[in-house]
């Protein structure tokens, strides 16, 4: 039988976290899915651990692909390239499934799945079981943009987005700008919420592990280094219709500031003007908070190497 299901991860450097992936995915109670590795230009050992586990005999098929390092989102898109399957859901190298989540995923689809809906969102715990952020309304399906707009009286945090795959194609690839690689593909979750729900399942699917030096660390320096990324995450954000001026003033200062950042002076004709008129000091505010920050942290870094 044709597996349904696509869990592709994206790895830089993490193989022994992998290792830990890899494991759990061996204790899945259903092995009707495919495990996609996007090795994103890693130094380490990932590749042998990855050729040792296709030489051995697995109950679910291991497809590894290896490109150079472009960051989380470009393994998004590679990952996307190669699907085959009817869902996909991406389990970062850090990350790693419950025992059950496959089986979940896969049982809730066919009783509940269809064309109306864009795909699955359900909960991710931390290692030692705590969830994280809230349980989702207790409804059918629920849109991120509602989520994201907090449309919803919840704590938001991580979730895990399981996605139909063609509809991943439909938005793939996302954009790629030259030495940025801190681009997050939730954006393509959002922009297919703009058109589809995703039904609920208030389940664990996945047991979330973060480490020092990953995409939800050293926020500042995410902003300084990758901002044609965050501003266009920014603008799509106030694309969403009916959000509140308080959303959007927020999202303008963060504009702003992106624009700042990245030198993009024409970006700044896309979002509303009179929201704009009032964000630009609080944004050239921002990007001189987020240069100082990264200033100290370069300080901090000169100053431990001369210490070692």
């Known amino acids: 039988m044709k597996p349904i299901l696509t869990v592709f991860t994206p790895s830089y450097n993490r193989a022994v976290l992998l290792n830990r992936a890899y494991e759990a995915l061996l204790r899945q109670s259903c092995f009707s899915f495919i495990w996609l590795v996007i090795d994103d230009g890693s130094t380490d050992n990932t590749r042998q651990f990855v050729e040792r586990w296709l030489q051995e005999p697995q109950p679910f098929k291991i497809v ?92 938001n945090g991580d979730r895990k987005i399981v996605v139909r795959s063609d509809l991943y194609r439909q938005v793939a690839p996302m954009p790629v700008f030259a030495g940025e690689k801190n681009f997050n593909p939730h954006y393509l979750h959002l922009l297919i919420s703009k058109e589809y729900d995703f039904l609920v399942l208030n389940e664990n699917l996945c047991f979330v592990d973060y480490q020092k030096g990953g995409m939800s660390s050293q926020i500042f320096w995410q902003y300084f280094n990758s901002p044609r ?24 200062i963060h504009y702003v500031s992106s624009c700042i950042l990245s030198r993009r002076r024409n970006g700044l004709k896309n979002p509303d003007w009179a929201i704009l008129a009032l964000a630009a000091p609080f944004g050239l505010a921002l990007s001189a908070l987020i240069l100082y920050k990264v200033w100290r942290m370069n300080q901090a870094s000169r100053k431990a190497a001369q210490q070692e």
Request: charged residues 25%; hydrophobic residues 35%; proline residues 3%.
């Open 64 to 155: 590894y692909h290896y490109q150079e390092n472009g960051g989380l989102h470009t393994g998004y898109n590679a990952a996307i390239e190669r699907l085959n399957t009817e869902l996909a859901v991406c389990i970062d190298s850090d990350d790693y499934l419950p025992d059950n989540a496959v089986e979940r995923i896969i049982s809730h689809w066919k009783e509940c799945g269809s064309e109306e809906y864009a795909g699955i969102i359900g909960l991710d715990y931390e290692p030692d079981g705590k969830l994280i952020g809230d349980f989702l309304p207790d409804q059918k399906s629920i849109n991120l943009i509602d989520l994201a707009v907090g449309r919803y009286a919840i704590k």
């Open 229 to 252: 990324s965050f501003a266009e995450i920014r603008k799509l954000a106030l694309s969403f219709p009916g959000t509140t001026k308080r959303y959007k003033l927020r999202h303008s």
